[in-house]
């Protein structure tokens, strides 16, 4: 069974920043690639970044230049920093692993 816990959400000013994490547990982590994706009310669930296990990194056109995507194996830890924040970014941020394994969610926020 792999768990994924969400944490680093919350309500922030536009052009702030914010960092989610995401800690996996259940099976090895490193063979994963790991996603975040978000949902913003009334809207479809869309790929934000991806991180294959070796590295490449693969961004959503919106959050080019703004959000970092990473990963420390070791700690079993995807990160997502996000700088930049706009109004547009407001949804509910989600992990995923191998394409397979949700977690929670977390709430992100911007407006003034």
């Known amino acids: 069974q792999v768990q994924l816990v969400e944490s680093g959400g919350g309500l922030v000013q536009p052009g702030g920043s914010l960092r989610l994490s995401c800690v996996v547990s259940g099976r090895p982590f490193s063979i994963y690639a790991m996603g975040w994706y978000r949902q913003a009310p009334g809207k479809q669930r869309e790929l934000v970044a991806t991180?294959?296990?070796?590295?490449?990194?693969n961004y959503a056109e919106s959050v080019k230049g703004r959000f970092t995507i990473s990963r420390d194996n070791d700690k079993k830890t995807v990160y997502l920093q996000m700088n930049s924040l706009k109004p547009e970014d407001t949804a509910t941020y989600y992990c995923?692993?191998?394409?397979?394994?949700w977690g929670q969610g977390t709430q992100v926020s911007v407006s003034s």
């Open positions: 991180i294959a296990p070796l590295g490449t990194l």
């Open positions: 995923n692993a191998g394409e397979r394994y």
